[in-house]
């Protein structure tokens, strides 16, 4: 199975939806061919009445296509060719070879921690939420 997402004109991921692997053909009930790769299984999804107005991407679990598995709510960074989650905090930074946010400091290894954007630390939970 493969996963592709949906997404709209402001490249905002609205929905993710199971589809075909990129490697089947299957003859559509158009008679067209379709299949062979993600980009044909995209323009697929893309032509689909019920998908009408947003434009399609693969994802995957494993992170083997476009940085990040999507999300709804993600940004899809044409630049990029990558899925971005919302950034948690204003001071957190985008790592450009994952594309996903980084604290101002690295979290401790050890412990369990909250980010405080409030101090820009971290601080340690102790047993509390």
Request: some cysteine; glycine content about 8%; aromatic content about 16%.
């Amino acid at each position: 199975m493969a996963h592709y997402a949906l997404i709209n004109s402001k490249d905002i991921v609205v929905q993710v939806i199971t589809g075909v692997d990129e490697n089947i053909t299957q003859i559509d009930l158009d008679g067209l061919q379709v299949g062979g790769s993600s980009e044909a299984w995209e323009k697929f999804y893309e032509t689909r009445p019920w998908f009408s107005g947003f434009y399609c991407k693969r994802t995957s679990y494993n992170n083997n296509y476009r940085k990040n598995y999507a999300g709804i709510g993600y940004t899809y960074d044409g630049s990029r060719d990558a899925f971005i989650p919302s950034k948690p905090f204003e001071s957190w930074i985008l790592n450009e070879d994952t594309c996903r946010w980084d604290s101002p400091i690295s979290k401790p290894l050890q412990g369990v921690w909250k980010w405080d954007e409030k101090t820009l630390q971290w601080v340690e939970l102790n047993g509390e939420n």
